[in-house]
């Protein structure tokens, strides 16, 4: 199994819907962060957590919110989908004080709004 | 606020050549620098880090970069690539009082026989 597990992989949806997409890792690391990439524009940060009590926005957060359920699983939703949310959204991993600040990150989720 | 340049956002080499995929950051403390190489329909994974030390780091599949502090940047760079390095690579910074990771753009290597 991977260490980072991004569910669903792919998703095709409509404008004004609700959208969560999932993250659980095995890595037991305490920080979690989502990004979304976009062609030309790199990975961009959506928000992140430090523990399960932490949450934190990052440099996009507008349109979307997180959950920390638990140490090993970070939540996005999208609570009404548009279509420039369309984009392929990396959740990802690190360790607060081994190799500080090295990402393990999930194979990708590809949400498409129509 | 630190950031990042990638400003190839193509490189195309044929096999066997050597390649320099280029990195500039802005920041005016001191930095964390990676390298993460993403392959079609994969996530990122770490290639390379510069933490302290030697300024010249070597990377897994025989990719290497060199931290130049006065010049501030973090070229990655291999003596011959294969097929099997077409990917996109991204230059990662980190600075501590942001405590999060700052990507560029990107630079898609397409590795041509």
């Known amino acids: 199994d991977a260490d980072v597990t991004q569910t669903p992989r792919n998703r095709i949806t409509k404008t004004g819907k609700r959208i969560m997409l999932e993250c659980s890792q095995t890595?037991?690391?305490?920080?979690m962060y989502w990004y979304r990439q976009d062609p030309g524009l790199g990975l961009r940060l959506i928000y992140y957590?430090?523990?399960?009590?932490?949450?934190n926005k990052g440099e996009i957060s507008d349109g979307y919110s997180v959950s920390r359920q638990a140490q090993a699983k970070f939540s996005l939703s999208l609570e009404s989908a548009i279509p420039n949310q369309t984009a392929l959204y990396f959740c990802?991993?690190?360790?607060?004080?081994?190799?500080?600040?090295?990402?393990?990150f999930g194979a990708g989720s590809r949400l498409t709004v129509l | 606020a630190q950031s990042v340049t990638q400003l190839d956002s193509q490189v195309p080499v044929f096999e066997e050549a050597p390649v320099e995929l280029r990195c500039n950051y802005s920041?005016?403390?001191?930095?964390?620098l990676f390298w993460y190489v993403q392959y079609p329909n994969q996530g990122l994974q770490l290639l390379l880090k510069?933490?302290?030390?030697?300024?010249l780091v070597k990377g897994i599949n025989g990719f290497e970069a060199e931290f130049n502090k006065s010049q501030t940047s973090f070229h990655l760079r291999k003596p011959s690539v294969h097929i099997s390095d077409t990917a996109e690579y991204f230059c990662?910074?980190?600075?501590?009082?942001?405590?999060?990771?700052?990507f560029g753009t990107g630079t898609q290597l397409k590795v041509e026989l």
């Open positions: 990802a991993t690190s360790h607060p004080t081994r190799s500080p600040n090295v990402l393990t």
């Open positions: 920041s005016s403390v001191s930095v964390y």
């Open positions: 990662a910074v980190f600075t501590g009082g942001g405590n999060k990771l700052t």
């Open positions: 890595k037991g690391h305490d920080r």
């Open positions: 510069y933490l302290s030390g030697s300024t």
């Open positions: 957590s430090f523990d399960v009590k932490d949450i």
